[in-house]
């Protein structure tokens, strides 16, 4: 099964925190889709180079490191879906003392990177790198004459599509041709905006990650798109900001999110804040479909009652993991909350391990 995010977040913390007195700490990525046969033979086979490490220590710590992941190895017949990312090393501290120890996960998402290597460190770049593309924001500058689309995937901002408008810039006319050319360009800005709200629609309707939209530009451009663009309704619903901007190139997709800091830092933290509503509003109006507190939560775990498991970021991991072990087993989604918010604070001091029910337990 693969990992959770919020696993993976504790096992990239985990491990980012270990430091081998030498370069002994083996790290092996299988990328999805990767024969697992191929890894393993090259794993022996860097099994026998081991062999040549002047140092008997740390010959032996990484001998036995390759010589456990190629054990582990021999148990799958295939890669699995998204791929293997194996962490293995002595982890003692103190010199000469051995804790060979053993990670072994199955990314939330597909692995693209193929690596082996042998370090002080374990390499856990590639999945930072996963965690921070979990939340993708469209982004969109525009003015009259052109509009920039792009996404912002974790901290990597990427243009997508570059349009121009056509639309003229302004000339001096009086009567009849001033009065035939705003006409003109009005009808050509109207065209333009359609075309911009066709291609976001191309793009933006079906994208998964997709939690927000935000607009660029100068006044009234932007303004006069939402409500002339015909911007169908699922994505209208998106936009989280509106930003004044002057550039409208892919200068501009970089000005807009330096300019919505304060939004994006806000999204996961409006996110948690509507969870614990809900939760303290079923607790308040229906009891019986909200739990809180370890035995109750267990209770109705037990009963696969549970839809929604919620865990304070402030418990023992030992905890979170035991009870993340039991809402998987039956399909519940879990939460972790910070205590950033009031409401997190709050339900840090109600023992911080709450549920929303599926139905009542009686």
Request: charged share 30%.
């Given at each position: 099964?693969?990992?959770?995010?919020?696993?993976?977040?504790?096992?990239?913390?985990?491990?980012?925190?270990?430091?081998?007195?030498?370069?002994?700490?083996?790290?092996?990525?299988?990328?999805s889709g990767a024969n697992i046969y191929t890894t393993a033979d090259q794993i022996a086979a860097e099994g026998s180079t081991a062999d040549n490490i002047k140092s008997k220590t740390v010959r032996k710590n990484v001998t036995d490191a390759l010589e456990m992941i190629g054990r582990e190895l021999k148990k799958y017949k295939q890669t699995p879906p998204n791929g293997m990312a194996i962490f293995c090393g002595n982890v003692s501290e103190k010199e000469g003392q051995n804790d060979l120890k053993l990670w072994i996960i199955e990314p939330p998402q597909p692995l693209k990177t193929r690596l082996y290597?042998?370090?002080?460190?374990?390499?856990?770049?590639?999945?930072?790198?996963?965690?921070?593309?979990?939340?993708?924001?469209?982004?969109?500058?525009m003015d009259r004459k052109e509009a920039t689309i792009g996404v912002l995937e974790g901290k990597q901002i990427r243009m997508i599509r570059k349009m121009s408008s056509g639309v003229p810039g302004k000339i001096?006319?009086?009567?009849?041709?001033?009065?035939?050319?705003?006409?003109?360009?009005?009808?050509?800005?109207?065209?333009?905006?359609r075309r911009v709200s066709e291609s976001m629609k191309e793009i933006f309707f079906d994208m998964p990650k997709l939690k927000g939209i935000i607009l660029g530009g100068p006044v009234p451009t932007k303004e006069e798109f939402?409500?002339?663009?015909?911007l169908v309704t699922k994505l209208k619903e998106k936009v989280i900001g509106v930003k004044d901007i002057g550039n409208t190139d892919e200068s501009g997709l970089e000005d807009l999110v330096v300019a919505s800091q304060d939004i994006l830092s806000q999204q996961e933290i409006i996110k948690e804040k509507k969870l614990?509503?809900?939760?303290?509003?079923?607790l308040g109006k229906k009891p019986d479909?909200?739990?809180y507190g370890e035995e109750p939560v267990k209770k109705a775990l037990k009963y696969g009652a549970v839809n929604i498991?919620?865990?304070?970021?402030?418990?023992?991991?030992?905890?979170?993991?035991?009870?993340?072990?039991?809402?998987?087993?039956?399909?519940?989604?879990?939460?972790?909350?910070s205590v950033e918010t009031p409401e997190g604070e709050q339900f840090s001091n109600i023992s911080g391990i709450g549920a929303i029910l599926r139905f009542a337990t009686g």
């Open positions: 099964m693969p990992t959770s995010h919020e696993e993976l977040d504790e096992l990239i913390e985990t491990l980012g925190k270990i430091r081998g007195r030498h370069t002994e700490l083996v790290t092996v990525m299988i990328p290597r042998c370090d002080q460190v374990f390499v856990i770049e590639p999945l930072k790198e996963m965690r921070e593309v979990q939340e993708v924001y469209g982004l969109l500058v001096r006319a009086g009567g009849q041709s001033a009065q035939r050319f705003e006409r003109v360009t009005e009808g050509l800005a109207k065209e333009f905006f939402l409500e002339q663009g015909q614990l509503e809900k939760f303290f509003e079923t479909m909200a739990a498991l919620l865990l304070s970021k402030k418990l023992k991991k030992d905890k979170i993991a035991e009870l993340r072990k039991l809402a998987e087993g039956i399909s519940a989604s879990v939460e972790i909350v």
